[in-house]
Nanobody, 124 residues
Framework: QVQLVESGGGLVQAGGSLRLSCAAS????????LAWFRQAPGKEREFVAG????????TYGDSAKGRFTVSRDNAKNTVALQMNSLKPEDTAAYYC?????????????????WGQGTQVTISS
């Protein structure tokens, strides 16, 4: 089983940038499709971005399109989320998630390995 640990969250002013990272261990990293989700207080978990096992395909939620970029490094067992032009509504806990590669893109419900999350707060 793969274990995921996120880092890179923090407090940033609106319009700024932040780069989240997720380090994986305990599994063969290239066997997994990966994604970033977020959840704000009182709101449902939201899909942010996904990347397939090889890094050749990506998909984004509407809120992330044009502002966020997901990438992975299979040699380092890491996945990153570069977030630009941040808005106060991006404030949330961000989670890294993984699922064994089968089809692309996976349904959100197929992600069954989760990190503990990292908090992102955007001030106005």
């Amino acid at each position: 089983q793969v274990q995921l640990v996120e880092s890179g969250g923090g407090l940033v002013q609106a319009g700024g940038s932040l780069r989240l990272s997720c380090a994986a261990s305990g599994g063969t990293f290239s066997l997994y499709n990966l994604a970033w989700f977020r959840q704000a207080p009182g709101k449902e978990r939201e899909f942010v971005a996904g990347i397939n096992w090889s890094g050749s395909s990506t998909t984004y939620g509407d809120s992330a399109k044009g502002r966020f970029t997901v990438s992975r490094d299979n040699a380092k067992n890491t996945v990153a989320l570069q977030m630009n032009s941040l808005k106060p509504e991006d404030t949330a806990a961000y989670y890294c998630a993984a699922t064994i590669r089968r089809s692309w893109p996976p349904r959100s419900s197929e992600y069954n390995y989760w990190g503990q999350g990292t908090q992102v707060t955007i001030s106005s």
